[in-house]
Structures are given as structure tokens and as C-alpha cells.
């Protein structure tokens, strides 16, 4: 199944609902303007329908494969990833010192989407590099700037993230991998690493591995984390490649799915010593990854969107082309299931939700942008407050929707979605992943709950209420009865959104236990509220286009439907989510170990 | 991951909820005794824990496959097919006169559910050969029955049931698969089937497929097709092998999951001409078919139950050894992660849907036995009236739950759920076949919608409402807090679903899209209420056994909370659900397809 960007919502997202030409505004974002954007969304479009997508079913039939330490990742990959480094996509939002295109997050956002859409699998690649890049940007010296940038941000290097011991999953005071210094500014690494994407592969000259590991008088636990630089081959002063260094990829995993990219077990030290560099200061690794991780965190949560897009698109394909039943209102032979009122409602749920995510999300991105960029130090603090409430929620909503769109795309299927040649169970088995990596659901939901709503006794969260409550008034000045519904469901969802973001905050100190009972479900709510905000502001401007006479008519009537169905559908869950989170804790935790 | 049959649970429903004993009274069902029925869940636990469930992970890793037309199951399930049959277990439910055991339904459940926990592939041959015998029961001729039934119900034979063609999946008025008669009272049947479960096998001596075919003169449509049985070896007047009949299997799927189970291409009479037997009368295929059907579809529903115990089983398991960071409460080191409270919840939520379906079904199929044994005529109609109305129920609810709760074993295991060595990922795949076969879950709702509930203007649903009424008053009586918050749930959740029928009953003639539109909300919605229902009951019954001082103190304290942790996070949706049916097929419809 081809791919197709889905270009017309994501102009109107980036124009309408997050801002591109605030954006463009804002001090050093002024290369954003619409013409350049124009062509970077047309330009990656096409980059990535004719070049990337046509590898996504090459790569789960053929995955990358291991054979003594090194890894051949699926035919075309590596001609792929060279022509995605040549065009300059790697660089969109870094640095132009380095030879970055030095676009805004909200620009490469949707050039992440597009990626993620036409080749999961292989966007993963760019995706770690980026977050070596941003740590690199926040806490290397300059010497490391100038040995590892220019050459990740131009796709000849690629980057990893290394995190992960057999012994240490989500729980990073358990990271063993020892780093000495050697008195010559290096450090010798020593341990092993699981779960590392891209941590050994064929499509770039050198791999520059980011490293968690504690030196000898490190204290325990997660304050005696450092970050290293361990490159696959040293890089001498030059800039060229020298000796091989001792970090080596032993197996990579058997996994569901997103099967060529590949999950690598690295074996750091076993021969001689790998030599690494310290980036930044000792014992702040952890702060620094969570730099990274942050970035990462919201590119996972593009991939949800992208994976649900795509089996969104190819679910729309098949219920075009599959003729079974008549029509309910009567036909003369069997119809285009696409006309059936359950297989409209899948297409519904899986584009609703795709849609509002979007939305989130790229309106995420913009406040990152402001966080950055704007002059006034107020706005950068409240942006940067939206973007650190959002980014968990952007990463935990998206994608665990995007395995119930994933099946739903296999449903669409019938029969023939369970047979892997039709591509369907691809996204289904691709998707499974998004909620685990980069911190699991769970993870996501801790974070949001402790750091992001407790820590400032829910203020970023009622902020972002007050914000939605207006959008509510301007519903309320509407005469349409989508509007009126719409507004009827927002406001039900935001009451309960902000009663639960009181249970929260007022009960963490008394009933820590049941509040982080009711995390994912708060998470997960969090999406459906604010995408479902999102979603009204989309209905209001399309209401308003309408009346104007303004841009293509079917397109807004189609963004009301859809915010709608979201409505009726999805903000609607809002007082089962507060029941649960609120009442729910008592069935959660009783149940006594032995008896499960 | 090994399988422990939950015969606790098992024991609790069959004997509290279904009424075990009301059922061992219908005539007929003497044999049904405690110490019969406490043997059979026994041996068939040990039965399907030592001999069936260790094959599970071997049917993924080495699928069945093709070779020259014929078929090789793995390696282990020819061996212990032929046990199975040998221990009588294809026979629980079929007549003691054709060599079966003459239980009831009821009984015959638990095994089904077990043999399914232990490995839904190998659970699929005994399941369509069940549909064939049941088949032949209702409509095959005495000579028919002698030849087929001992066989089938020994394990000697299998059955299967051919409908799919290729370009009429859920839509049988498009089946074109033709069956001339020759005169002498046999068929010559031509046509190409697919998506045939067990369609060719090597795990017995002969298959008897059931084929729906049109005669020549047949009229167009659903009311054209007849059934037909064609045996893949012919039976000699001695019973004995005769030729092999012109049914080839010409391949089979790659498939997601269900690998062990080989869904076969079957072309029939290309090389001269299958020859084929009447079931019963010509063109009355279809009423036929759906009587194995129903039975199929309920098994299918019981596939879902099984599939999903099993994940649960492996999730808990793994967090019980999993250990990772501290208690949230303070620990000196990591703990299990059984301890922290999202892992907890979403074992909670595996196990309270898994109970609230088992429970449904169990209950569902001692009203089918009452159906069918009952002295009392208006008790007999009224108890087909409600297993009529929960066949699509159990089929559809208990499938898309076990999607969720597979999703959430794989979510429990973080990373190592995501390599195909834990096995959790085994489940996630196998399941999601389950809401498609023996018709999608569109299917079930398009029955339950039109055939179950409009046709009696809601006369059904209301009479089911009335029962859980009467459970909502004795909730009442009690001083338990936490029945007192299922007994608030439910009484929402039943007031919501009263609406909807009402909805449903009401629109049908008026608004048939909008009421299509929410049919598979309404179906899911069942299943939450009604499952619901069940697991007040349960609590009720666990309460009294506590006041009294009566059994496994610990095991009814669990059951009180897995039922409040279902109402306080499943049953807590009904009012979502209702505006979603009652108000949300404005959303559903509104787009043009051409917008999509």
C-alpha cells in the first residue's frame, strides 16, 4: 500500500491551530516563512512516499539480520538512508553552524510524521540520532560539537542512546556499566547494553553511542549516573576515522515487529577496554538524557500518529475497493464496504483520533518553539510549562491509540487483514511497541502525575483548563447544533478533567498508592480532553471558514464531522475515566499478591 | 509459560452463577453430577495443561505447511490429537448413542474454555468438527448420522465448514460454488473455498467438510444455498475409506497468528467432479449452517475468554518475578513489579474482564441447556430467547476483549514482551483473529441489532434488564461499601442500556443507518453491562459466603474487589457508550466517502 502525506490537516493543524506564522514571528525562527515550509512539506512528502514507504514491507519480510557482530540491515536501506542524509532531512530543526537547516520543532515535527508514516522501521535511525544531536547540542564541549556534529547532522553518523541493562528496564538507579577514567580525559567502558535501535547497522561510516555509566566513586542510585560519548571507531584529530573501538553487538532481538530496525545487545569493554568521553559534568547523566529523552519521548509520540495514519489510509483503501453486501439503505448488488455505517464508524474512530493527536501534538511543538524563541521571559516559561505537561502525554495518548487504530485498520481487513500479505498486521505488530519504548505508558503516566501536575499542585494543568474553558465560550456563541454537542461534550470532559486533576494534586502526599492507581487512565484522559480540545478549536475555525466562503468547504464540514464523532465518541469516556481515577483505587489495590 | 486451568474460578461460576445444579435436574442431564462434573474439569485440566498447552509456542515457531497438496501440522499435535480423541473429550457435549458423553453445555464449557487457554490452534479441529456434528444432528439423514457421527465424535474424523469464497466473505447471497445433482442421490460439486480451518491436515484419517453450494435452479441469494457434506476420502456401505474425492487443497495462509492451525485454499471438483450429499432439504444451507454457527460462535467467544486467561496467567507471572524499582510505599531495594500500582491495574483489568466474560458465557450456556431440556415450555422459550441474545454477545464482547487484554500482557512484560521468545507476543497475534472469524464483530452486532433485538421490539433485552433489576435490589440490602458502589454503577450503567434498547427497538424503521451505525457500541456495551450484571452477582454471593464463614475467605474478598474494579472502571462506560449509539450517528455518517 502506498502512502500519501496527508498534507491538506497538516497545513491546516500548523496554520490554524498551532500557529506557523507565530511562530515564524518569533526571534530566529524567521526562516520559517510559508513559502519555505511550503516546500519542505512538499519536498519531504514526496521524499518520503517515493523513497522510504516502498522499503516498509521489504524491511518486515526481510529484516535486518546479525552474523558475527555485524549487522546487514534490509536491501535498500542503506541507499536510502545516504539519499535522506544528502537531501538534508536529518538537519531540518538543527543548527545551520553545524548544517542544519535551523528550522523550528513545528516545522520538523511534520517531517517527522511523514518519516515515521512511510517506514517506522527506518525512521528510528534519525530518530536516535536527533536525540544524540540534542544532547550533544545541550552538554558537549566544544570539541565534541565539532568532532560529532556536523557529521550526524548530515546523516554520515548516526547516533544511539544507551540506557537499558538486563538487570535495569525502567528503573536507571540499577545501571552497573562502569566507566574509569584513564587520566587522559578518557574513560574506559566496561558493561553491557540491551534494547539499543540502530546500535550496530550498515548505513552509516561511524555510530556514535551516548552511554550511561557510573565511575568508581560515583554514589548509588540515579545521582551517580554519567553520560559518555563511546563512538564505534575513535575519531582522530583530523576528524578521521581511526581505530575500531572495543564496543561490539553480540545478537539482535527476535522481535513482533518493526523488524528492520535493529534492537541490539552492545558489549562495551570485553577487549581491552572501550574508550569513551565524558559529556558535561559527572553524575548529571541522567539529567542530560532526560534532555534527549524528552525529544525522543515526543518523536515516539509522532510515531503513534504516523502508524495509526498509515493503517488509517490503508484501512480507506481497502473498504473502498472490497464490494460485500448490499447497501442498508437498499442497492441493487453488493456495495463498497465503505458504505456500511460500522465500517464508517472504524474509518471514523481510526481518523478522529489520528486527527485530534495531530493536533496535540503539533500544537506541542509550537509551544517548544515559543519556550525557545520568544522574547518575553513569561510567555518562554509558560510554553515550556505546556510543552513538559504535554510531552508525556503526547508520547503515552498516541501511542496507545495507535494500537487500537492498528487494529481497527486489521478489522477494516476482515479475513484478509489476519493474512500478513495484505500489510495490515504489519502496523498492528509495528505498533505494539510505541507504548513500551522511550518509557513505557507507565512511565509516561508517573512522570505526568509527579513532576508535571503534583510538583506545582496542578497549576500548568488548571492553566491549560482555563485555556480550554474559553474555548468553550466561543463554542457556546455558535448556532450550529455539531457545535452545540461538541460544546456539551467539552465542557462535561473538562469538569471531570479538572476534578481529577484536584484528586491528584490534593491526594498525593496522603494516598500516593491510589493516585499512581489511576495514572494512565489521568494520562490517557489527558489526551482525550485536550485532543478533544483541540478538535473544537478545529470545529470553530472550520464553522468560521464556512461562513466565509473561505478555502475548500468539504474539508471543514469533514474537520466538524470528525471533531463530532470525537466528541460523541471520545469525550464522551471523560466521567468513566474520573470514576475510575477518583473512585477506582479500592478495586485496584486489594486484592492481595497470592491471589493473583 | 506454563497453563494452570482456573478450576477455582471455573468451579465458582459453573456452580454460584450458572447454576450447576439446576442443570444436573433437567431431564436429560442426570449424568451432570458433582462428582462427573468435578472429574471431568480435573482430568481435562491435566489433560490440557500436560499434553496440549506444551505445543503452544511449537505451533508458532513451526507452523503447519503445504507441501504438493498436502498438509503437516507440527510436530506433536497428530500425537495428541489422537489422545484427545482416545480420552473422549471431542464427545463431552455430542450423544452417548454415537459413542459421546451426553453432558450438557454447561460442562462441555469449562473443557472448551481449557483446551482453548492451552492452545487455540490445536483448539480450532475439535471446534469446527463440534459445528459439523452439530450440523449433522439437527439435519442429517439416519444414514448420514451413522456414517459420520461416531467417527467425529471419536476423534477419527474431523469436521470442518466451508462458506468464505473469495469474493463473498460475510456476505453468503454471493457464494457461487456449485453442486449438480447426478441422479443417483450424490452431488458433483465445483467451486474454490477459502479461509477453511483444518481444511487439510494429517492429524486423521479422513475430513468431513460441510460446504455450502447452490443447486442449478436454485434462486438468487441467501435463500439459494444448500449444504452439502463432502468427505475428503469417500465412505465405503462398510464404512470403510473408499476413493479419494476431488477436493484439493491448493495452499494456505501466511497468517499472524492461529499458525499451527492451517486455513486452507480448498478447490473443489477440478479433476472431474467432487461428489457431495444433501444435508436435509435443498436451499435450506443457510438455516442449517447457522445452527453450527451459533454453536461456533459461541465456542469462538469462548477462544476469546481462553486466549485472554492465558495472557493473563503469563503477565502475572512475570511480575511477580520481574523485579524493578522501589515500592512507591519505601523498599529497601527493587521490588516485584507486581507491587506498583499501574502493573497492578492492569492485572486487574486482565482478570476482571477475563472473569466478567467467563462468567456471561457460563451462564449463557446453562440457559441452553434449560433451552433445550427445560419440562416447562414457556421456560424453555424464554431460555432460548436469552442465549439467543448473548450468542453475539459473548462472540463479539469476550473476541475484542481478549485484543485489549492480550495487549495489556504485552504491556505488562515492557521491552521483553516485544521479543517473540517471552510469548507474550503469541497471544497478541492469535487473538486478533478472533473479533473476524465466524463472522466480524459487525456481524455479531448486525444479528444482535436486527434479529435479537428490533424483531421483538427489545421484549428480550428488557426481560434480561428486568433480571439484573432484581440484582440491583438485593445490592441494596447490603451494608457493604463496596457493593454499594457496584450497586450505583450498575443501576447507571442498566438505566443507560435500557435507553439504548429503547434506541435501538425504536429506530430501527425510521433511521436504520443511525441505528447501524452504533450497532457494535451497543454489542460491546452488552457485554460490559451484562458482564457486569454477572460480576454483582458474584460479589453478592461472595459477601453472603463471608458472613456466613463459609469457603476460601481470601477468594471471595478477591471476587468482591475484581468486581468493583469492573464496575468502578468497565461498568463506569455505559453512559459513553449511550451517547455514542444514542447520539453519535451524526458523526459516523456525515462524511462523504470521496473525503476520506
Given amino acids: 500500500m502506498s502512502y500519501v502525506a496527508p498534507l491538506k490537516d497538516m497545513r491546516f493543524v500548523l496554520n490554524e491551530l498551532a500557529g506557523l506564522s507565530e511562530v515564524n514571528a518569533l526571534p530566529g525562527c524567521e526562516d520559517a516563512s510559508p513559502e519555505t515550509v511550503e516546500a519542505v512539506l512538499e519536498e519531504n512528502a514526496k521524499f518520503c512516499s517515493e523513497v522510504i514507504a516502498p522499503l516498509n514491507v521489504a524491511g518486515d519480510k526481510e529484516p535486518s539480520f546479525w552474523k558475527d557482530g ?8 542503506r ?3 545516504r539519499a535522506f542524509g544528502e537531501a538534508g532531512w536529518q538537519g531540518v530543526q538543527h543548527p545551520v553552524e553545524f548544517g542544519g537547516q535551523g528550522l523550528p520543532k513545528l516545522v520538523a515535527t511534520p517531517c517527522i510524521e511523514m518519516l515515521n508514516s512511510a517506514n517506522l522501521s527506518f525512521a528510528l535511525c534519525p530518530l536516535l540520532t536527533d536525540g544524540a544531536i540534542e544532547a550533544l547540542m545541550t552538554a558537549g564541549s566544544d570539541e565534541q560539537k565539532n568532532t560529532y556534529l556536523a557529521n550526524l547532522i548530515s546523516g554520515k553518523w548516526t547516533g544511539t542512546m544507551n540506557l537499558t541493562e538486563p538487570q535495569a528496564g525502567s528503573d536507571l538507579a540499577l545501571v552497573r556499566t562502569r566507566a574509569v577514567p584513564q587520566g587522559d580525559g578518557t574513560y574506559k567502558i566496561s558493561g553491557t547494553k540491551i534494547f539499543i535501535t540502530y546500535g550496530e547497522h550498515d548505513m552509516a561510516e561511524n555510530i ?3 552511554v550511561l555509566a557510573r565511575t568508581p566513586d560515583a554514589p548509588e542510585g540515579v545521582k551517580g549516573i554519567s553520560l559518555f560519548i563511546v563512538p564505534k571507531f575513535l575519531v582522530n584529530a583530523d576528524g578521521s576515522l581511526g581505530a575500531r573501538n572495543d564496543v561490539h553487538c553480540v545478537s539482535i532481538e527476535h522481535k513482533l515487529g518493526i523488524k528492520a530496525s535493529p534492537t541490539a545487545v552492545l558489549q ?28 525522543a519521548r515526543f518523536a515516539v509520540g509522532m510515531q503513534g500518529i504516523a502508524v495509526a495514519e498509515r493503517a488509517y489510509q490503508q484501512a480507506v483503501q481497502y473498504a473502498r475497493d472490497r464490494l460485500q453486501s448490499r447497501d442498508l439503505a437498499g442497492s441493487s448488488g453488493p456495495v463498497a464496504i465503505i458504505h456500511h455505517p460500522d465500517v464508517r464508524r472504524m474509518l471514523m474512530s481510526m481518523r478522529s483520533q489520528v486527527e485530534a493527536a495531530r493536533a ?6 509550537a509551544a517548544y518553539d515559543a519556550a525557545h524563541h520568544h522574547a518575553d521571559d513569561a510567555v518562554r516559561k509558560a510554553n515550556q510549562a505546556f510543552y513538559e505537561y504535554m510531552v508525556p502525554v503526547v508520547k503515552g495518548w498516541s501511542t496507545e491509540l495507535s ?5 481497527t485498520g486489521v478489522q477494516v481487513h476482515g479475513g484478509m487483514g489476519f493474512i500478513e500479505e495484505t500489510g495490515a498486521a504489519q502496523h498492528y505488530r509495528d505498533a505494539r511497541i510505541l507504548p513500551i519504548y522511550e518509557g513505557t505508558t507507565a512511565i509516561q503516566a508517573n512522570d505526568l502525575v509527579g513532576r508535571k501536575t503534583a510538583r506545582d499542585g496542578g ?10 474553558r474559553r474555548t468553550e465560550e466561543e463554542l457556546a456563541s455558535s448556532s450550529s447544533a455539531d457545535l452545540a454537542v461538541i460544546r456539551k461534550r467539552l465542557a462535561a470532559a473538562s469538569k ?16 500516593i498508592k491510589g493516585v499512581f492507581a489511576g495514572s494512565v487512565p489521568y494520562l490517557k484522559m489527558a489526551g482525550i480532553v485536550l485532543g478533544g480540545w483541540q478538535m473544537a478549536r478545529a470545529a470553530l475555525i472550520a464553522e468560521r471558514k464556512l461562513a466565509a466562503g473561505e478555502g475548500d468547504a468539504d474539508f471543514y464540514r469533514t474537520k466538524i464531522a470528525t471533531a463530532r464523532f470525537f466528541a460523541d465518541y471520545m469525550l464522551s469516556q471523560a466521567d468513566a475515566y474520573r470514576a475510575a481515577i477518583v473512585e477506582g483505587s479500592a478495586g485496584v489495590l486489594a486484592v492481595p499478591v497470592e491471589q493473583f
Fill in 70 to 77: 555485524t549487522v546487514t540491515t534490509t536491501k535498500g536501506f
Fill in 208 to 210: 556514535v553511542h551516548l
Fill in 403 to 407: 494500537i487500537d487504530v492498528a487494529s
Fill in 360 to 365: 496535540l501534538a503539533y500544537v506541542t511543538a
Fill in 268 to 295: 562495551f569493554g570485553d577487549h581491552g577496554g572501550a574508550i569513551g568521553t565524558l559529556v558535561g559534568e559527572e553524575n548529571r547523566g541522567l539529567e542530560y538524557m532526560f534532555i534527549m529523552m524528552n525529544a
Fill in 496 to 511: 471531570a478533567f479538572g476534578d481529577v486533576v484536584d484528586y491528584v494534586a490534593g491526594n498525593m502526599k496522603t494516598d
Fill in 459 to 468: 497549576a500548568t494543568a488548571k492553566a491549560i483548563l482555563g485555556q480550554v
Fill in 79 to 81: 541507499d536510502a538512508f
